[in-house]
Every structure is written in structure tokens, then in C-alpha cells.
DNA sequence: GCCAACGTTGGC
DNA sequence: GCCAACGTTGGC
């Protein structure tokens, strides 16, 4: 299994409708650099619920349903054979009590090269394993520093 | 196929 | 609101 990092305008789609809706299919995602990484999803994978705008942070995780596959209303492949439009479809997982701040994040060394950091334009990327362990670390981190507060 | 001009995203 | 960092478009 594996794990991305999907961005999203809570003013527009937030964690907080997906939650309201049960489902979705994510669409829309037209970067070239997203699409490799949104082509890669696999049903059952992690995905992390990052909110842009005024919030900039990781604040829930998802999962994917389905496997990426060719978004229906703009069916058909590119010249590599590969799905040209590919969504995924979501359902929600939690809201985390804490979110991650893109500033936590952008502070931690060990995610220099997240995508987050590294490509701000980026809205849909994978998380590495060691990556994920640097995420889930912080996340419980600020949970247990709340309870001990 | 280059590249200048323009458009978009998203953090600041 | 600004602008840096990309993408995209279209003239050549």
C-alpha cells in the first residue's frame, strides 16, 4: 500500500464536504507532474487531505476506493498509452485532531524533499515511506504534546 | 523546436 | 495584493 498527498481549497472541496458526500471522485488535477503521481494510485492507498489557502496543512486522510482510471468525461489515452485524465475515487478516513502545519513541515530537515516543500504548485504527489514515518511521528508528536499541555 | 509572453497556483 | 515558480500557448 501506499501513500499521496492530495491538495485541495477547503473553500472549494474540503475534507469536511468528502465527509458529507461519503464519496468522491477526484478530478480535475490537469499538472502533468500530479497526473504521473495520481496515474499511480492504487485502490486501498493512504491519502493524505491537505487544505491550501488559509489553512496549509495536512488536516485528515482518505483512502482510495478505486484504482486511477480514465476520467469519464474525458476518456482516452496519451501518445505513452498511459490514461490521459485519470481520477480516483475517495472516501474519508479521519479528520485528525491535529493538523500538520505546512510551517512544521517546511521546518523538519528530514522533508526537504517532499513534494510539499520542494514543488508548492504540486496538488497531487507521492509520500515515501521514510516520509510517511516523518509524518506520522509529527502528527502523534503534537497529539501528545496537547494531552500533556 | 525555440522562446517570449501570458496564465495559474499557492505561499507570503 | 504580490510575486516566484512553474505550465502553456503561439509566432517564428
Known amino acids: 500500500m501506499a501513500t499521496f498527498l492530495f491538495k485541495t481549497e477547503p473553500s472549494e472541496y474540503s475534507f469536511a464536504h468528502l465527509v458529507r458526500d461519503k464519496r468522491c471522485t477526484w478530478t480535475g488535477v490537469s499538472n502533468p507532474a500530479a497526473r504521473i503521481a495520481l496515474r499511480q494510485v492504487k ?19 482518505a483512502k482510495a476506493l478505486t484504482n486511477a482510471y480514465a476520467d469519464p468525461a474525458q476518456p482516452g489515452l496519451n501518445d505513452r498509452g498511459e490514461v490521459n485524465f485519470p481520477v ?8 485528525w485532531a491535529t493538523p ?15 513534494g510539499l516543500v520542494k514543488q508548492s504548485r504540486l496538488s497531487v504527489m507521492p509520500v515515501s515511506p521514510q516520509q ?15 494531552i500533556h499541555a
Open 88 to 95: 480516483v475515487d475517495l472516501a474519508p478516513v479521519k479528520l
Open 43 to 61: 485502490r486501498g492507498d493512504r491519502i493524505l487531505i491537505y487544505h491550501t489557502g488559509d489553512e496549509k496543512a495536512i488536516v485528515a486522510e
Open 100 to 114: 500538520i502545519t505546512l510551517a512544521a513541515i517546511k521546518s523538519d530537515a528530514r522533508l526537504k524533499d517532499f
Open 132 to 146: 510517511e514515518v516523518v509524518l506520522n511521528a509529527l502528527s502523534t508528536g503534537t497529539k501528545h504534546n496537547r
